[in-house]
Nanobody, 124 residues
Framework: QVQLVESGGGLVQPGGSLRLSCAASDFTLDLVAMSWFRQAPGKEREGVACISGVDANTYYADSVKGRFTISRDNAKNTVYLQMNSLKPEDTAVYYC?????????????????WGKGTLVTVSS
């Protein structure tokens, strides 16, 4: 059974860093697009970063560009989200997601398989 399990969330001060991990099981993620979304209290879920399958092109929301980095470790079948210079507005539950069809293309609207999320709180 396909599973996505996020970890690495927590409480961090403004300006700090966190690295989120998403471990995938029952499929190999190097050929498929993997993405990170977030949902802040009272707001809609938004896509923040995506890494395409095969050639590993990366895409970012304007709100995180230059601060967040998405990457993957094929040997560990894990995707990461390195978050630097965190701001209070980055506070949200962060979800890992992929496309059930196994598409290698980054299209947030096609992401339909989700992990349970990990909470990131940025506060002093």
């Amino acid at each position: 059974q396909v599973q996505l399990v996020e970890s690495g969330g927590g409480l961090v001060q403004p300006g700090g860093s966190l690295r989120l991990s998403c471990a995938a099981s029952d499929f190999t993620l190097d050929l498929v697009a993997m993405s990170w979304f977030r949902q802040a209290p009272g707001k809609e879920r938004e896509g923040v970063a995506c890494i395409s399958g095969v050639d590993a092109n990366t895409y970012y929301a304007d709100s995180v560009k230059g601060r967040f980095t998405i990457s993957r470790d094929n040997a560990k079948n894990t995707v990461y989200l390195q978050m630097n210079s965190l701001k209070p507005e980055d506070t949200a539950v962060y979800y890992c997601a992929t496309d059930r069809t196994g598409s290698s293309r980054c299209n947030y609207n096609d992401m339909d398989y989700w992990g349970k999320g990990t909470l990131v709180t940025v506060s002093s």
